[in-house]
């Protein structure tokens, strides 16, 4: 064996084992289990993925999701409709809905904001979500609002939107993309006080199970003086009342 790659995989999977393994996405479990790196749904697994390796896992999930269709008594073969589907679905779970998985997190340079006349007050950013339940892979629509006390840093207003947003491109609970949301906010801006409110619907809730319409669910959570102090968490949801009475729903 004198390809560099293939004894580094060898000795992972044992001798020639890689050879045998057919399947990126299997190699990549097993490194991922091996290293102790957690991928369940709402993860982040970018370090582990390149470009590179994204087509071919789109290859290996379009198989599968043939697998799936045949197993549901679906004519891919003759049904016009159903030509491509295993492709389109392989394509957008990695592309779209599911994108937040396998991307790096959004670049988000950050200013000083350290001079005299640095801003103190609160800001509101309010972020359309288009997220998945990872229960049922159902759609989640909703937004979310998101606040802070200007910290040392500030960065671009568009900023709050796509690092939301690709904490939502995954499949997420609701709970859980709150606090996803508030930590990565967080992290960008060195904020300590801050606050991030959901409200969504649920297409598991619509479309199957108790098929409720507008089947609302909100989610808060709060830090430093977000949820301390009275006055700091009435400013964040009259804003967010305000905004609610602004914004064309
Ligand atoms: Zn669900």
Redesign the pocket.
């Known amino acids: 064996m004198t390809d560099k790659k293939e004894t580094a995989l060898d000795a992972m999977y044992g001798d020639g084992g890689y050879q045998e393994e057919k399947y990126l996405g299997n190699f990549l479990r097993f490194k991922m289990k091996r290293e102790g790196k957690r991928f369940w749904a709402g993860d982040n697994i970018s370090e582990y993925v390149s470009e590179q390796d994204k087509e071919r896992l789109i290859d290996e999930a379009t198989e599968a999701f043939e697998l799936v269709l045949d197993r549901l008594l679906i004519d891919r073969e003759n049904d016009p409709n159903s030509h491509g589907t295993a492709r389109r679905l392989a394509k957008m779970y990695f592309n779209e809905i599911m994108a937040g998985r396998y991307d790096p997190a959004p670049d988000a340079t950050a200013f000083p904001n350290d001079s005299q006349d640095r801003y103190e007050g609160m800001l509101v950013v309010r972020s359309e979500l288009r997220s998945m339940?990872?229960?049922?892979?159902?759609p989640?629509v909703g937004v979310a609002y998101i606040g802070l006390l200007a910290a040392e840093k500030l960065i671009g207003l568009s900023k709050y939107t796509r690092i939301a947003q690709w904490c939502a491109r995954r499949g997420t609970l609701q709970e859980e993309l709150c606090n996803d949301i508030a930590r990565e906010i967080e992290k960008a801006t060195g904020a300590k006080d801050l606050g991030v409110y959901i409200q969504a619907v649920?297409?598991?809730?619509e479309n199957?199970?108790i098929m409720a319409h507008s089947s609302l669910t909100q989610t808060t959570v709060l830090k430093g003086s977000f949820k301390d102090d009275a006055g700091t968490k009435k400013e964040f949801f009259d804003n967010i009342k305000m905004q609610q009475e602004f914004a064309p729903r």
């Open positions: 339940c990872s229960h049922h892979h159902q989640v649920h297409g598991c809730c199957r199970g």
